[in-house]
T-cell receptor
Framework: DVKVTQSSRYLVKRTGEKVFLECVQD?????MFWYRQDPGLGLRLIYF???????EKGDIPEGYSVSREKKERFSLILESASTNQTSMYLC????????????FGEGSWLTVV | GIQVEQSPPDLILQEGANSTLRCNFS?????LQWFHQNPWGQLINLFY???GTKQNGRLSATTVATERYSLLYISSSQTTDSGVYFC????????????FGAGTRLAVHP
């Protein structure tokens, strides 16, 4: 089974802190994604990566950056956390050659105080 | 861009009942997936179904791409079916971005 692992399930951070959310997938997928999910707004794409060191902005990249130094790992970085970044963050991966079926991690609940 | 609409937004069932969830999309797509998000937030991929019909146990899905809709059928519902069901599509043109509907929130009561 495909496994997408997010390192932290629950985090509480202070405004202004730098926050790292880590995601690792074990199926050698080319594509990796970061979404955030908020009540009433559904899932929104922050960034995605289609290869090592490659990244593209999604719908809401402001306030975020990403890093993909290795194929299996995709990190989301909040350079200076703000309260409006309190949300659930979902990492996902997909294989370009299998119809882009996408697999999600368990989610990271981030609270910025 | 492509719009994805799901109906109904909320659904309450007694255990054992059947239900149909609908997903409409506004343009041609080359991918459609159904997901179940459990109460703990985990999104589970149910079906990858750009066209045709698939079945997996009590769940089945049908996509009619020419008419721009997909249906998810849940038969003999169980309390563990509760959660939110999302459909999502990739737009045409190969842009690798999944567009989600707002979801159908299902509650199955014993």
């Amino acid at each position: 089974d495909v496994k997408v692992t997010q390192s932290s399930r629950y985090l509480v951070k202070r405004t202004g802190e730098k926050v790292f959310l880590e995601c690792v997938q074990d199926m050698d997928h080319e594509n990796m994604f970061w979404y955030r999910q908020d009540p009433g707004l559904g899932l929104r794409l922050i960034y995605f990566s289609y290869d090592v060191k490659m990244k593209e902005k999604g719908d809401i990249p402001e306030g975020y950056s990403v890093s993909r130094e290795k194929k299996e790992r995709f990190s989301l970085i909040l350079e200076s956390a703000s309260t409006n970044q309190t949300s659930m963050y979902l990492c996902a991966s997909s294989d370009r050659d299998s119809g882009n079926t996408i697999y999600f991690g368990e989610g990271s609940w981030l609270t910025v105080v | 861009g492509i719009q994805v609409e799901q109906s109904p937004p909320d659904l309450i069932l007694q255990e054992g009942a059947n239900s149909t969830l609908r997903c409409n999309f506004s343009d041609s797509v080359n991918n459609l997936q159904w997901f179940h998000q459990n109460p703990w937030g985990q999104l589970i991929n149910l079906f990858y179904i750009p066209s045709g019909t698939k079945q997996n146990g009590r769940l089945s899905a049908t996509t009619v791409a020419t008419e721009r809709y997909s249906l998810l059928y849940i038969s003999s519902s169980q309390t563990t079916d509760s959660g939110v069901y999302f459909c999502a599509v990739f737009g045409s043109g190969g842009y690798n971005k999944l567009i989600f509907g707002a979801g159908t929130r299902l509650a199955v009561h014993p």
